[in-house]
């Protein structure tokens, strides 16, 4: 089993940055994928940024050139450094461990991007 801890959510104006980590805790393995998805209202879960063990990196459109994701901590940490918000931007983001066909989510946390 995995367990993935968030932080780093919270309340900022349009064009400002957030940084949210997520630490993995239990049976993490090399080859896997971390990654963060996120959620608004109404809307259903995206993805936002993935990155492999190996340092491959795939990024949605809407968040290329604003959004870094990277990885740490013994392979067990994934960070997702978020620059020039928008408030389209504002919803609550899942950490995510894919290992082989086990896929594992953390409990989300909130963005919102707000004057």
């Known amino acids: 089993q995995v367990q993935l801890v968030e932080s780093g959510g919270g309340l900022v104006q349009p064009g400002g940055s957030l940084r949210l980590s997520c630490v993995a805790s239990?049976?993490?393995?090399?080859?896997?994928?971390m990654g963060w998805y996120r959620q608004a209202p109404g809307k259903e879960r995206e993805l936002v940024a993935t990155?492999?063990?190996?340092?491959?990196?795939n990024y949605a459109d809407f968040v290329k050139g604003r959004f870094t994701i990277s990885r740490g901590n013994y392979n067990r940490g994934v960070y997702l450094q978020m620059n020039s918000l928008k408030r389209e931007d504002t919803a609550v983001y899942y950490c995510?461990?894919?290992?082989?066909?086990?896929?594992?989510w953390g409990q989300g946390t909130q963005v919102t991007v707000s004057s």
């Open positions: 239990g049976s993490i393995f090399y080859g896997n994928i």
């Open positions: 995510n461990v894919r290992q082989g066909e086990d896929y594992y």
């Open positions: 990155m492999t063990s190996g340092g491959y990196t």
